[in-house]
């Protein structure tokens, strides 16, 4: 199993562009989430899935868009990229709910908004 | 809502003492989960240990031990005999059963062995 993907690991790009950040899975979980990590502050919650075809939104969603089309794949889109949003986004997923499981982490991606 | 307080912004330990990284938080919730995880200068996130709000052991796994004191809302982590791989983040986390398994992450504690 590769575990958790995300493309690309390094982007920058300007202020106003649009991109999407990658993210997959092979190990058919269910639950999948996004988050931030900013510099002193831990790691915060965009979105997350519990499903395919079921998106909630977290602490910090606002500027993202997620869809879960299918168990596999959990992008992220930024609609019109702000400086704000430089950050080192990891994507995570577990199997189930309401027991334990661990939190697989993707290897991340910097982003960087000029 | 659910709070993760980690005090420590960074500690130096010599090596091979042990060390302890605090890690308190605030939850009215009965079930909830509380994990430890590693971050080197890399970048990745590792998993480190687990320990459930119903476990009456504390959890321990190879030289991490965590010291769960339900009453106080604690969850430090123990690293016995520290190495110089052990220089990393760490972050605690807590997750709420039952709400969707999303993760509240401590702001972390940047440790530092010495040789």
């Known amino acids: 199993n590769a575990g958790v993907t995300q493309t690309p690991k390094f982007q920058v790009l300007k202020t106003g562009q649009s991109m999407t950040l990658q993210c997959a899975q092979d190990m058919n979980h269910e639950y999948m989430s996004w988050y931030r990590q900013d510099p002193g502050m831990g790691l915060r919650l965009i979105h997350y899935s519990v499903g395919a075809g079921i998106t909630d939104q977290g602490e910090v969603p606002n500027g993202y868009n997620v869809s879960r089309s299918t168990t596999e794949d959990f992008p992220l889109r930024l609609l019109s990229a702000a400086p704000s949003q430089t950050s080192v986004y990891f994507c995570a997923s577990t199997p189930t709910s309401g027991s334990y499981n661990e939190q697989f982490f993707g290897p991340g991606t910097r982003l960087t908004v000029l | 809502a659910q709070k993760i307080t980690q005090t420590q912004p960074g500690m130096f330990v010599q090596e091979k003492e042990a060390v302890t990284l605090d890690c308190t938080y605030d939850t009215s919730d009965q079930s909830y989960g509380l994990f430890w995880y590693k971050q080197p200068s890399s970048g990745e996130m590792i998993f480190l240990i687990y320990?459930?709000?119903?476990?009456?052991q504390n959890a321990t796994e190879g030289r991490y031990s965590l010291n769960f004191q339900k009453a106080r809302k604690s969850a430090n982590l123990v690293i016995s005999a520290s190495q110089l791989g052990d220089s990393a983040m760490y972050f605690c986390?807590?997750?709420?059963?039952?709400?969707?398994?999303?993760?509240?992450f401590g702001t972390g504690t940047r440790l530092t062995i010495i040789p």
């Open positions: 986390a807590m997750i709420y059963y039952f709400g969707n398994e999303k993760l509240t």
């Open positions: 320990q459930g709000s119903y476990d009456e």
